[in-house]
């Protein structure tokens, strides 16, 4: 080395006393035998990292009120540069954080690493477990999406369940009545400021009780001399922290979390689900039904939880080797597979109620209406210079403006308009597209199509439903054409009475031609 | 005073932990004074709802009832979907939000039931749990016809 630079490291650690950090941090004496099992905390402290840089970068975009939260959701996905990416990092990151602790957690128990010493890091390791749950829940709530509303106000009433101080609990989760801007702000609050410090200081201590007992080793001690942590086994974990970083990343560029339309505390029969990592506590809590919810909440993940914190007083096997520790590993295999059968089973488990994520005829009426009919693009296009074009997730402003300005856009806007020339039930039909493209563009339709879609928003919705859309005087449509084919669906919309003497509804054979009712009835014909 | 040294800093290191341990119960105190919400629920007032002749037989109305409602700093409009049905001579209001976790229940034509979305939770007509999870039945409001208007209005 250059002499110079000798002496300056010289003047460095008489001051700092960075050599002996440096040796205490890489020239950890390993066991022999400790391989790519013992990579898996380290890759977990890397997910761990990629959140607090991830998520840093968020909240400079970020605001937290019920106001602006999805919007400025939406501005990180479509506008900030590689905002989209960075979204994807940080939802699938948190992916990469709940499995990692699971097999690291996994391989602490199937190598016994728990036992005498190590006992109270086994324990500090439960904790920072419910330390990342508790991020995942409450970074869910976030974007203020339909999915992050709902899915928070079931988690806060479980937390309702909660024998003697359940109500305080509940009340101390939303801040305030109902779920609203101080929830948001609550949980914003604990998201960045409370559990970052709280998973640093724990962190901290996780790795200094690893090192004050050392690391376990394989199961059966293997002879040889220990070898330093830093290169070989460094030179694992970056290995696998390089394979996981190109996993994560190209989940997030391939899958980055849709945003669904803003936070809706009156939609009806919105389904909310939970992240993947709770769809067994999900699942379990329908098996438990009534005044005994609280099992299913409560007792069971907590009885579940506390068993695993006293797994190292457990297991009294007399040594590490599997043989030796049948019930302990039994028990641990056996809850690892329920917990994998219920997230299973909870993500098989879809009611069939759930809405489609296919636009509903009305929907598409409206997203025709907006993209042919020229209403909206006279003064919505690009070189206009009155108003820009509308464009599928940049819509921004709240339902009732949308509607007065639908219906008369010189009450919001003065000046040069006329009001587009549609009937209510065309009105209606782009306010309801419109509400869809928050959240993504209407499907690509053909000719056919969307006239199919048109006649039947113009005239079978007024008393028949259809996925969701329409009046409810005649029988749902949505899947029509289980019962009938098009040759019987478009007899009964030429003349209802051929085929059912005492109908209600009225004949549109004189109303519509022949071809428009063939349209509609192999539109509907394929509603299986 | 032989020995007083070591009594002095005895004395003293109690006193010092004992006034960390003041100071910190101090902190605790006022952290959870600031962070206990303020208020947990907003007071009820009427609302208009519909008309009876608005009312169709074979099923409840579903019904959006809109009013102002403080959420924090905001002022905002808060929705509340209710369910307005006869009863005998009178009416009946349901909440629509699940006894069970509070998700929004929905009136299915086909079954004449109110069925949870969520954890299939199943109600009857008249609000009473007839499947599932929920402990107990949808919560009813107060209704009164309001005889200068002719109008019924919901306790919210």
Redesign the interface.
């Known amino acids: 080395m250059n002499p110079r630079a000798a002496a300056l490291l010289n003047w460095l650690d008489d001051r700092t006393g960075f050599r002996v950090i440096r040796h205490h941090l890489l020239d950890e004496p390993l066991p022999p035998g400790t391989g790519w099992f013992f990579t898996l905390g380290s890759i977990l402290l890397f997910g761990l990292g990629i959140q607090v840089v991830t998520g840093t970068a968020l909240a400079l975009y970020y605001a937290p009120t019920p106001d602006h939260a999805w919007d400025s959701v939406r501005f990180i996905t479509s506008e900030v540069r590689l905002g989209s990416f960075l979204r994807g990092l940080h939802h699938w990151g948190a992916t990469v954080v709940v499995v990692a602790a699971a097999l690291h957690m996994a391989r602490v128990v199937f190598f016994g690493s728990y036992r005498k010493p190590r006992e109270l890091n086994w324990i500090v390791g439960v904790v920072l477990l419910q330390v990342i749950l508790a991020f995942g829940l409450t970074g869910y709530l976030l974007p203020w999406d339909q999915r992050a509303y709902w899915a928070t106000v079931v988690a806060i009433n479980i937390s309702k369940l909660t024998p003697v101080v359940g109500e305080w609990a509940a009340g101390f989760l939303r801040g305030g009545p109902e779920v609203g801007a101080l929830t948001l702000t609550r949980w914003y609050a604990l998201h960045v400021l409370v559990l970052p410090p709280l998973l640093a200081v724990l962190v901290v201590v996780h790795l200094y009780l690893m090192r004050r007992q050392g690391i376990s080793g394989p199961v059966r001690e293997r002879r040889g001399t220990p070898a330093a942590f830093f290169p070989s086994q460094a030179a694992r974990d970056l290995v696998m922290a390089f394979v996981v970083g190109i996993l994560l990343a190209a989940l997030a560029w391939k899958g980055a979390p849709a945003l669904e339309p803003p936070a809706d505390p009156a939609a009806s029969g919105y389904i909310p689900r939970p992240e993947w990592y709770f769809l067994g506590l999900f699942q379990l809590l329908k098996y438990f039904p009534g005044k005994l919810e609280v099992i299913g909440a409560l007792v069971v993940p907590g009885i579940a939880m506390t068993l695993l914190a006293l797994l190292p007083w457990i297991d009294r096997g007399k040594s590490r080797a599997w043989h030796d520790r049948r019930f302990a590993l039994g028990g641990f295999v056996l809850g690892a597979a329920a917990v994998a059968t219920l997230t299973s089973l909870g993500a098989m488990d879809r009611p069939s109620t759930a809405a489609t994520s296919g636009w509903n005829p009305q929907e598409l009426a409206g997203a025709t209406l907006i993209e042919t009919s020229g209403q909206c693009a006279k003064c919505h296009n690009a070189t206009s210079g009155i108003a820009g074009p509308i464009e599928a997730g940049h819509i921004g402003r709240p339902a009732d403006w949308l509607a007065s300005h639908v219906v008369d856009p010189e009450v919001i806007a003065p000046g040069v308009r006329q009001p587009p020339a549609t009937n209510p039930r065309e009105t209606a039909a782009i306010l309801a597209a419109l509400a869809r493209m928050r959240s993504g563009p209407a499907p690509e339709q053909d000719p056919a199509a969307r006239e199919a879609a048109l006649l039947i928003d113009r005239n079978c919705l007024t008393c028949h439903r259809v996925d969701g859309a329409g009046g409810d005087e005649g029988p749902e449509l949505s899947h029509v054409g289980r019962k009938y084919d098009a040759a019987s669906i478009a007899k009964r919309v030429n003349n209802p009475v051929d085929v059912k003497p005492d109908a209600e509804m009225p004949p549109f054979g004189g109303k519509l031609t022949p071809a428009q009712i063939q349209t509609i009835a192999t539109w509907l014909a394929a509603r299986k | 005073m032989a020995g007083s040294g070591e009594d002095r800093r005895t004395v003293l290191a109690r006193m010092v932990t004992v006034a960390g341990g003041v100071i910190s119960a101090g902190v605790a105190g006022l952290v959870a004074v600031v962070?206990?919400?303020?208020?947990?629920?907003?007071p009820r007032t009427w609302r208009r709802a519909a008309t009876p002749s608005d009312l169709p037989s074979d099923?409840p109305l579903?019904l959006?009832l809109t009013a102002r409602?403080?959420?924090?700093?905001?002022e905002?409009k808060?929705?509340?979907?209710i369910f307005l049905d006869r009863d005998g001579s009178g009416y009946r209001a349901l909440s629509?939000t699940c006894a069970?976790?509070?998700?929004?229940?929905?009136w299915d034509?086909?079954r004449a039931q109110f069925?949870c979305?969520?954890?299939?939770g199943v109600y009857d007509r008249e609000g009473n749990?007839v499947a599932?999870?929920?402990?107990r039945g949808l919560e009813r409001f107060n209704v009164r016809l309001n005889p200068q208007t002719g109008e019924l209005e919901v306790e919210l």
Do not use: F, I, M
Not at chain 2, 117 to 120: A, L, Q, R, V
């Open positions: 962070a206990a919400p303020a208020r947990l629920t907003n099923q579903t959006v409602d403080a959420d924090g700093w905001y905002t808060k929705q509340s979907v629509s069970h976790l509070g998700c929004r229940v929905k034509e086909t069925l979305p969520c954890h299939g749990v599932g999870p929920p402990p």
